[in-house]
């Protein structure tokens, strides 16, 4: 089973609107962390956000927020005010604490902003 | 260093030959992470290393690839009899520690490509 879903291959979103990217995750591990990378054509890998399981409020970072439905198993990343520059892959990540410390990539989203 | 380092950046190989990944990670850093990242795909695990405990090589796809960390600082990762399926980009990470504010700082990358 997919310890990470990501649903949307691809995502467009013009300039300057909100765009919602959706992660669902799978783990009966009741102490995880929940990590979104944005990877642009360069191919680094950038860390965006991080959400704890026992952490009581959805994070945010700048433009940044992570709507976290822990019954629902998703961790969904909000942008808010797109930019240009924020068109690359974006990848949900889990780690599972008993598992170690490696984290588990979704297939991710690529998200276009249009001008 | 600033960062984590990988060489070679590029790697061209004929099928059937081995080669040498190398990650240097950040100094002090205590946790290592290899993973591969096929075209247009997300990131699959390969294999961790934390500090002196025995490596988690759960993700390794075959008996063909090995890893190895010594003194605690830079790894090697080793493809042997390459096939083309190998062909991808492998990054490498590394963290502080197992803690959930450990931050994952990935490497620029090693495109390899299996002709």
């Known amino acids: 089973a997919q310890k990470i879903t990501q649903t949307q291959p691809g995502m467009f979103v013009q300039e300057k609107e909100a765009v919602t990217l959706d992660c669902t995750y799978d783990?009966?591990?009741?102490?995880?962390?929940l990590f979104w990378y944005k990877q642009p054509s360069s191919g680094e890998m950038i860390f965006l956000i991080y959400?704890?399981?026992?952490?009581?409020q959805n994070a945010t970072e700048g433009r940044y927020s992570l709507n976290f439905q822990k019954a629902r198993k998703s961790a969904n990343l909000v942008i808010s005010a797109s930019q240009l520059g924020d068109s690359a892959m974006y990848f949900c990540?889990?780690?599972?604490?008993?598992?170690?410390?490696?984290?588990?990539f979704g297939q991710g989203t690529e998200l276009s902003v249009k001008p | 260093g600033a960062g984590v380092s990988q060489s070679p950046s590029n790697k061209v190989t004929e099928k059937g030959k081995d080669v040498e990944l190398r990650c240097d990670p950040i100094?002090?850093?205590?946790?290592l992470y290899w993973y591969r990242q096929s075209l247009g795909q997300g990131l699959e695990f390969l294999i961790y290393?934390?500090?002196?405990?025995?490596?988690?090589k759960s993700g390794l796809p075959s008996d063909r690839f090995s890893a190895e960390r010594t003194g605690g600082s830079v790894s090697t990762l080793t493809i042997q009899r390459t096939q083309q399926e190998d062909s991808a980009v492998y990054l490498c990470?590394?963290?502080?520690?197992?803690?959930?504010?450990?931050?994952?700082?990935f490497g620029s990358g090693t495109r390899l490509t299996v002709v």
């Open positions: 990470a590394s963290s502080l520690d197992r803690g959930p504010l450990s931050g994952y700082t």
């Open positions: 783990t009966s591990d009741p102490s995880y962390g």
């Open positions: 959400q704890g399981s026992y952490d009581q």
């Open positions: 990540a889990m780690r599972e604490y008993n598992q170690g410390g490696k984290l588990i």
């Open positions: 100094s002090g850093h205590t946790a």
């Open positions: 290393f934390q500090g002196n405990s025995a490596p988690d």
